[in-house]
């Protein structure tokens, strides 16, 4: 492949999204399902942090969609209308799952005022919010993948008020900030066994410790008619070469400099999104799932785990089985209704 330019909408994105969300899953479902898994399984869904990916495509695509709104009011209507329904959809199944699973099921006696500031804090901007009678039920969060939520929310009014100075910016610019958010991240890494937990919580559910990634997806955004061709022909050198960072760091190096991955690794899953994204050429899923796969996913592992439904493979894969099921629905009937109105 040897591409001299790319136009903006020829990636593949929603299976890289895809993809992301179930290394999400999986990796999830070997934590609290306790799984015992092949190593070469393990290695794989190890070496690709899907998290990491969906935060430099969210600094990549955040931008086009607010350059494309006709206001900042329709930007935040777009924005609202792309996390919150299905949000509440979540919300709803979570709390019949809690009161049934937890309540019925298991007996478990929650305080009325706290289901109620944990519903209000779940349809605003604290997803991260989890009151202690609610910590009895599952993994100790009823949906512990959420705590992002507000992050990308922070992420989209951070954009939202700075990308006019943000896209004028020179590349020096733009690396020293970028570096700085490098610096944030092993920073904190660093720092957080030494903090008050309620203060490494806090900062664990801002973009500090991440910005890097989301930067870097706006870098490319902003550069993308010269950067992104470079990328995706070096796509094979790129990913071999992450293939052996990764390996020499796993069993020599041990490098952990960084916060949730080190920040060699973290680089390079950004860099991976952004070159494989594009050397696969146009590619669309009719209905792109991977909102609901990220945001249903933890209430199906935690019946599994009321229910005791633990320690084998093919546990696994009824999670995803069924997480992909709702996942399918609720972007038919919410998400897709709503394509016309974004």
Excluded at 78 to 104: H, M, N, Q, T
Excluded at 139 to 161: C, H
Excluded at 307 to 332: N, P, Q
Aim: proline letters at 3%; charged letters at 15%.
């Amino acid at each position: 492949m040897n591409r001299e330019s790319i136009e903006f909408g020829d990636n593949c994105f929603d299976y890289l999204r895809v993809y992301s969300a179930i290394m999400i899953i999986i990796g999830h479902c070997i934590s609290h399902l306790k799984l015992s898994v092949h190593p070469a399984f393990e290695l794989l869904q190890e070496s690709w942090i899907g998290l990491f990916c969906l935060f430099c495509l969210a600094g990549y695509l955040v931008p086009a969609s607010l350059e494309r709104s006709r206001s900042r009011l329709g930007y935040i209507k777009k924005r609202f209308l792309r996390l919150y329904p299905e949000l509440y959809a979540a919300l709803a199944v979570s709390l019949v799952c809690i009161l049934v699973v937890g309540g019925v099921g298991a007996g478990i006696k929650y305080k009325l005022q706290e289901i109620i500031f944990w519903l209000i804090a779940q349809m605003t901007i604290f997803q991260f919010y989890t009151p202690a009678s609610l910590e009895q039920y599952g993994v100790d969060n009823p949906n512990g993948a959420l705590w992002t939520i507000s992050m990308e929310i922070q992420i989209y009014f951070l954009i939202m008020f700075c990308w006019n100075w943000l896209r004028k910016q020179e590349d020096k610019v733009w690396f020293i900030m970028i570096i700085f958010g490098i610096i944030m991240s092993a920073g904190f890494g660093m720092i957080r066994p030494f903090l008050p937990l309620i203060v490494s919580k806090l900062i664990n559910v801002t973009f500090i410790p991440y910005c890097y990634t989301f930067l870097i997806g706006m870098y490319c955004y902003v550069r993308r008619k010269e950067l992104i061709p470079k990328l995706a022909n070096l796509f094979w050198v790129i990913l071999l070469t992450y293939f052996v960072w990764f390996l020499v760091n796993k069993y020599c190096i041990r490098l952990s400099l960084g916060h949730y991955t080190n920040i060699i690794t973290g680089i390079y899953i950004c860099i991976l999104t952004m070159s494989g994204g594009y050397y696969f050429g146009k590619h669309r899923l009719k209905c792109e799932i991977s909102y609901g796969l990220y945001i249903y996913h933890m209430i199906v592992i935690n019946v599994f785990v009321m229910c005791k439904w633990t320690g084998e493979i093919y546990h696994m894969l009824l999670v995803l089985a069924i997480t992909v099921i709702v996942s399918f629905y609720s972007h038919l009937l919410i998400q897709r209704p709503l394509l016309k109105w974004r």
